[in-house]
């Protein structure tokens, strides 16, 4: 097995044979709070992959251009060659999390239209929110790459909205990472999945017990496995029919 190019907290990604093609391998690991708090949940790699590839294939189905090529195994995914643009673009369909604890907005309460959000992807950082003039100054996009990122990810939140919701989930928040390709055209890359996603089972009304995503493991809630195999089971029913 060669080298790995980049190893992340949940990711190693390798190069392959071919110089416009990646391998990525999603990992048990689990981190939360910039890596804070460690643990493994024991098959997340198997079905982040998974629901990954699953939510990619959609996505390009719509037209939205993304670094997913195949899934070759339980674990592995064959994607485009990008180098990720240092930023993670977050949309807010419902209050949740960091927006929660820095405004005092009540957790749940609707965002309408929904909000858009850059965080500087820097560990060390502790990847902060930057406003508008930070980004400017900062220079890790042009102005109309920061466009660009803006509209994709408002078009993948209308797409995945309509397909969680035809699967009985709710998608609160998530976040999404782009790279550039070697022509420099911007994809989206990284992976889509209960890591990277708050997603709420609207089967359930208990506030705790209707959690289908990594804040499960991050409040210790407990069934963090059953949640994340859950979600694999309605995607993939969904993604079936
Ligand atoms: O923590 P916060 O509320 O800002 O997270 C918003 C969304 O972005 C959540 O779905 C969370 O899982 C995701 N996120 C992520 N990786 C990070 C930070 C947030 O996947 N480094």
């Known amino acids: 097995m060669s080298a790995p190019l980049y190893e992340g907290k949940a990711k190693i990604v390798y190069a392959t044979d071919d110089p416009q093609v990646?391998?990525?391998?999603?990992?048990?690991?689990?981190?939360?709070?910039?890596?804070?708090k460690r643990g493994?949940?024991?098959?997340?790699?198997?079905?982040?992959?998974?629901?990954?590839s699953y939510l990619f294939r959609v996505l390009a189905q719509?037209?939205?251009?993304?670094?997913?090529?195949e899934q070759i195994s339980e674990r592995e995914m064959r994607v485009q060659a990008v180098e990720i643009v240092p930023l993670e673009v977050v949309v807010r369909n419902?209050?949740?999390?960091?927006?929660?604890?820095?405004t005092g907005i009540a957790e749940g309460t609707a965002i309408a239209p929904p909000l858009v959000e850059f965080y500087l992807k820097d560990d060390a950082l502790g990847d902060p929110l930057l406003t508008p003039d930070r980004l400017r100054l900062l220079q890790v996009a042009t102005e109309a790459e920061v466009q660009h990122l803006q509209g994709a990810a408002l078009q993948v939140n209308t797409?995945?909205?309509?397909f969680f919701n035809r699967c009985g989930i709710t998608l609160v928040d998530f976040k999404?990472?782009?790279?550039?390709?070697?022509?420099g055209q911007i994809l989206l890359?990284?992976?889509?999945?209960?890591?990277?996603?708050?997603?709420?089972?609207?089967?359930e009304t208990d506030p705790e017990k209707r959690i289908l995503d990594k804040d499960?493991?991050?409040?210790?809630?407990?069934?963090?496995?059953?949640?994340?195999?859950?979600v694999l089971e309605l995607v993939t029913q969904q993604a079936e029919l």
Do not use: M
């Open 94 to 102: 419902l209050a949740a999390g960091s927006l929660c604890k820095q």
């Open 22 to 36: 990646y391998r990525t391998y999603f990992k048990d690991d689990a981190t939360a709070f910039n890596a804070q």
């Open 159 to 162: 797409l995945l909205q309509a």
């Open 176 to 183: 999404l990472e782009f790279g550039r390709d070697r022509q």
């Open 216 to 230: 499960r493991f991050r409040r210790d809630l407990g069934n963090v496995e059953a949640a994340y195999a859950r």
């Open 40 to 52: 493994q949940i024991s098959g997340k790699g198997a079905i982040n992959c998974a629901v990954s």
């Open 62 to 69: 719509a037209g939205v251009t993304n670094h997913f090529i």
């Open 189 to 203: 890359a990284d992976e889509i999945s209960p890591d990277t996603c708050r997603l709420w089972d609207q089967q």
